[in-house]
T-cell receptor, first 115, second 111 residues
Framework: KNQVEQSPQSLIILEGKNCTLQ??????????LRWYKQDTGRGPVSLTI?????NTKSNGRYTATLDADTKQSSLHITASQLSDSASYIC??????????????FGKGTKLSVKP | DAGVIQSPRHEVTEMGQEVTLRCKPI?????LFWYRQTMMRGLELLIY????????DSGMPEDRFSAKMPNASFSTLKIQPSEPRDSAVYFC?????????FGPGTRLLVL
C-alpha cells in the first residue's frame, strides 16, 4: 500500500535553532517527492521538488534530502525564524498514470518556533 | 498575478443544502486540482483537470460531489446535498509543470 509517514507529528524549537523533519514512504513506482509549507489558515506553498536522481535540494534556509534506496527524505531548517512556524507536508508522486494526480500525502509535521 | 482565487472563503450551511465552491486558476496554467483537508485525514486530492477536461475523479467521495471546469479560468465544486461530515477546508490549486500553486481555501461548515 502506498503510504507516506512523517515524523515527528509536532515539534517545538527555539528561534535560531536548526531542526530536521523526517518523511518515510512506501510509494512505488516513485516519480518525485515534494515538501510543502502550510501556514495556519493558508494554502500549502511548495518548497522543493526532487526526482529520483536528486539527493539534495535547497530553497534558502530549507534543505531537502532524498535517499531513494531507503525511501527516506528529510527537510532541514537552518537558523529557524518565528515565520517558520507552520505545518510541513511531505508529498510523494507515484509514476503510473502521470505524476500530476497520483500524489500520496503525509499528515504533516507541525513546527512551532518560540522566541 | 493574483494567484489562485477561491470563493467564498467561509461557508456555513445546514445539512441538506447545496454548496458551490468556486475557483479561478492562475492564467496560463493547464492543470487544476480540488483538494479537501481535515484534521483526521490531512490533504486529499478529490479531482483534477487538464485543459478543462477531468482526468481523475477517483478521489471524489461519492455522487453528492461534482466538479466542472467550463473554461480555462473557472471551476466549481458542488456538494448536493451537503452533510456534516463534509465540513473541511477545500483547496483549489493550479499548475503549469510540476509545481502546484494553492489558493487560500474555502472553510466549509455544515451544521
Amino acid at each position: 500500500k502506498n503510504q507516506v509517514e512523517q515524523s515527528p507529528q509536532s515539534l517545538i524549537i527555539l528561534e535560531g535553532k536548526n531542526c530536521t523533519l523526517q518523511c518515510n514512504y512506501t510509494v512505488s513506482p516513485f516519480s518525485n517527492l515534494r515538501w510543502y509549507k502550510q501556514d495556519t489558515g493558508r494554502g500549502p506553498v511548495s518548497l522543493t521538488i526532487m526526482t529520483f536522481s536528486e539527493n539534495t535540494k535547497s530553497n534558502g534556509r530549507y534543505t531537502a534530502t532524498l535517499d531513494a534506496d531507503t525511501k527516506q527524505s528529510s527537510l532541514h531548517i537552518t537558523a529557524s525564524q518565528l515565520s517558520d512556524s507552520a505545518s510541513y507536508i511531505c508529498v510523494v508522486s507515484a509514476m503510473y498514470g502521470g505524476s500530476q494526480g497520483n500524489l500520496i500525502f503525509g499528515k504533516g509535521t507541525k513546527l512551532s518556533v518560540k522566541p | 498575478d493574483a494567484g489562485v482565487i477561491q470563493s467564498p472563503r467561509h461557508e456555513v450551511t445546514e445539512m441538506g443544502q447545496e454548496v458551490t465552491l468556486r475557483c479561478k486558476p492562475i492564467s496560463g496554467h493547464d492543470y487544476l486540482f480540488w483538494y479537501r483537508q481535515t484534521m483526521m485525514r490531512g490533504l486529499e486530492l478529490l479531482i483534477y483537470f487538464n485543459n478543462n477536461v477531468p482526468i481523475d475523479d477517483s478521489g471524489m467521495p461519492e455522487d453528492r460531489f461534482s466538479a466542472k471546469m467550463p473554461n480555462a479560468s473557472f471551476s466549481t465544486l458542488k456538494i448536493q446535498p451537503s452533510e456534516p461530515r463534509d465540513s473541511a477546508v477545500y483547496f483549489c490549486a493550479s499548475s503549469y509543470g510540476e509545481t502546484q500553486y494553492f489558493g487560500p481555501g474555502t472553510r466549509l461548515l455544515v451544521l
